[in-house]
């Protein structure tokens, strides 16, 4: 088992990337940590992961509520003996498609606010106790937004740079404790397009373009992917066991590119 007895957090651990991840990291032995605003969404990952023997705990937290997420990381290390992996893997719904003259700011802002607020508390929370044990993997999650050009993806685009940027500058800041830190950046997933907000954002798009979201994401795969078909959970899930596990110890820094050649580094 890749994971074997490591204590993992997963902040938005209810949602379609987090509860893929958090049942990856309990199948390679993980103890797992589920954090999020809501908790019937935890509990049907944690019952999924309990009921093949899998160690998980939830609690419901708000990741962007610093006091909140301190009170919590400080919990989880006092229970679990320290914190070994987080993940931030929340979602934010906002807006997309909206082309620049008619964007407003804060349509444009909060996005850009939220997932660079919440990245930072969450992995100051955590860090401050990896920093003890002398090491330490946090995990952040962007968008191919961070690299691509077009219409309507402003917000999501800057939001997702941002993340790029404070992932790599953060690894730098930390490495000396022994921490990594590694920024997943998958296509679009139509599992997780199928959920929430994400089905919300990818219907926006889908009808002001006048076709469906299945359609929409069929078209992206044959046409914007060399591989000619978008990720699936599974394999951005056990992409992070092994970017947390020691296999993949000498990798921090790093945005990993989990496009299916969408985009090429």
């Not at 809501?38 to 006091?67: F, H, K, Q």
């Not at 979602?91 to 606010?113: I, N």
């Not at 790599?168 to 997933?189: S, T």
Request: net charge neutral; glycine share 12%.
């Amino acid at each position: 088992m890749l994971l074997r007895n490591r204590n993992a957090v997963i902040y938005g651990g209810g949602g379609a990337i987090g509860g893929a991840v958090a049942r990856a990291f309990a199948w390679e032995g993980a103890n797992v940590f589920l954090a999020g605003r809501t908790l019937a969404r935890l509990e049907r990952v944690a019952d999924d992961i309990a009921s093949v023997g899998g160690r998980v705990e939830t609690d419901e937290v708000d990741a962007l509520d610093e006091a909140a997420i301190d009170a919590h990381a400080d919990a989880v290390a006092a229970r679990a003996g320290g914190i070994d992996i987080a993940l931030n893997a929340i979602g934010v719904p906002h807006v997309q498609g909206t082309p620049f003259a008619e964007l407003s700011l804060h349509d444009f802002e909060h996005p850009v606010s939220a997932y660079t607020r919440s990245n930072f508390l969450t992995a100051k929370a955590v860090s401050r106790h990896m920093v003890k044990r002398g090491s330490g993997v946090i995990l952040t999650l962007s968008t191919p937004g961070a690299r691509l050009r077009g219409q309507g993806l402003l917000g999501n685009g800057v939001a997702s740079g941002a993340v790029e940027a404070f992932s790599r500058i953060l690894a730098g800041e930390l490495g000396a404790n022994g921490i990594r830190v590694v920024c997943l950046r998958p296509e679009a997933i139509p599992e997780a397009a199928a959920v929430s907000h994400t089905r919300e954002v990818f219907g926006r798009i889908a009808t002001k373009n006048g076709t469906t979201v299945e359609a929409m994401l069929e078209e992206r795969a044959r046409t914007a992917t060399a591989l000619k078909r978008l990720p699936v959970l599974a394999e951005v899930a056990y992409y992070a066991a092994f970017a947390a596990s020691d296999r993949g110890g000498a990798m921090t820094g790093v945005i990993a590119n989990l496009s299916c050649g969408s985009l090429f580094d």
